[in-house]
């Protein structure tokens, strides 16, 4: 049977990686792709949890997360292409519309 | 031999783990988004492994389906279409990376003081174990869907369906923010 604590600080560092590279990156797919990491950390302790307490909630759960995991993509990279196509970059920095 | 091959058996969530982690650092860390991209596909697959060593066969089986199947393909298009090689890119990093780097090491700090106690303090009176009833569900290969769909269908109908919605609702609003403006 696999650590509990093992599962968690794996999960953990995988989250620091992915938050560290939302914060640094300027690419917004870069960006997108560490989203998707720390998604990837909380269903990993979702499935922990579910194999440490004997329930399948945790599991059921992790598919409905996997589930907006997608949907989440398939807008972030619709809204991606649009910028794309209006200001000719995909830089974070370059994209101050907002600041007037 | 066999020692050997027991050891590596009994580590698999470990092995896989660390490589995942290998594989999200050079998503952070690497100059070109394609390499990116399948830094991420590898990590994915070593997260697909994590869940088969965690005895989650199908959730496995659908992370890679979903992962390497669907997002890391559209990733891949997203990338060829976007980056046509026009090296714009003179920093990858942000300019305010030294302050989030230091916010992160903040929060890893905090994070490990919590965990100090749980992790070199003195072992837990009982070791978490399933209670043989509540195994059964869990425990053999071919039952592992058939639990998962039971708690799926049986407890959580409801986010299921709003799930389908939400799902509908992206792929329109996918299509309405990515389609071209007649003028």
Same mark, same amino acid.
Do not use: W
């Given at each position: ?6 599962? &968690?600080?794996? $999960? %953990? ?25 720390? !998604? ?23 598919? &409905?997360?996997? #589930? ?14 649009? &910028? ?5 970059? +995909? @830089?974070?920095?370059?994209?101050? =519309?907002?600041?007037? | ?7 590596? #058996?009994?580590?698999? %969530? ?6 995942? =982690? #290998? ?8 100059? $070109? ?29 659908? /992370?890679? !389906? +979903?992962?390497? #199947?669907?997002? +890391? ?8 279409l976007v980056e046509v090689t026009k090296a714009k890119e003179k920093e990858v990093f @942000?300019? /305010? ?7 992160? =090491? &903040?929060?890893?700090?905090? %994070? ?12 837990? *009176? ?9 195994? /059964? ?5 071919? /039952?592992?869907? @058939? ?11 409801? *986010? ?7 799902? !509908? ?5 996918? +299509? ?8």
């Open positions: 049977m696999v650590n509990l604590n093992a599962v &968690l600080l794996i $999960s %953990f560092a995988l989250f620091s990686i992915g938050i560290a590279g939302v914060l640094i990156r300027r690419n917004a797919l870069v960006i997108l792709m560490c989203v998707e990491l720390m !998604l990837n950390a909380a269903n990993l302790n979702f499935i922990a949890f579910a194999r440490h307490s004997g329930s399948v909630s945790g599991q059921a759960f992790a598919l &409905l997360v996997m #589930g907006f995991a997608a949907a989440e993509v398939a807008v972030g990279l619709a809204l991606v292409v649009a &910028l794309y196509r209006k200001r000719d970059t +995909v @830089q974070v920095d370059d994209i101050n =519309l907002l600041k007037g | 031999m066999e020692h050997f091959i027991e050891t590596i #058996g009994r580590n698999m %969530f470990a092995i896989f783990g660390v490589m995942a =982690l #290998g594989g999200a650092a050079v998503v952070v860390a690497s100059r $070109s988004a394609v390499h990116s991209v399948l830094a991420f596909l590898f990590a994915m697959l070593c997260i697909a492994g994590c869940f088969l060593a965690l005895e989650a066969e199908f959730l496995g089986m659908a /992370q890679i !389906l +979903v992962y390497a #199947g669907g997002i +890391v393909v559209l990733f891949l298009f997203v990338v060829m @942000q300019l /305010q990376s030294r302050y989030a780097i230091g916010a992160v =090491l &903040l929060g890893v700090a905090a %994070f490990s003081a919590v965990f100090r106690k749980v992790i070199f303090g003195a072992a837990s *009176p009982q070791a978490l174990k399933l209670p043989e009833n509540l195994a /059964q569900g869990l425990n053999v290969a071919q /039952q592992n869907a @058939q639990a998962v769909s039971r708690g799926l269908f049986a407890g959580y109908l409801l *986010p299921f369906e709003i799930l389908s919605v939400v799902l !509908l609702v992206a792929l329109v609003g996918a +299509v309405v923010l990515a389609k071209t403006e007649r003028v």
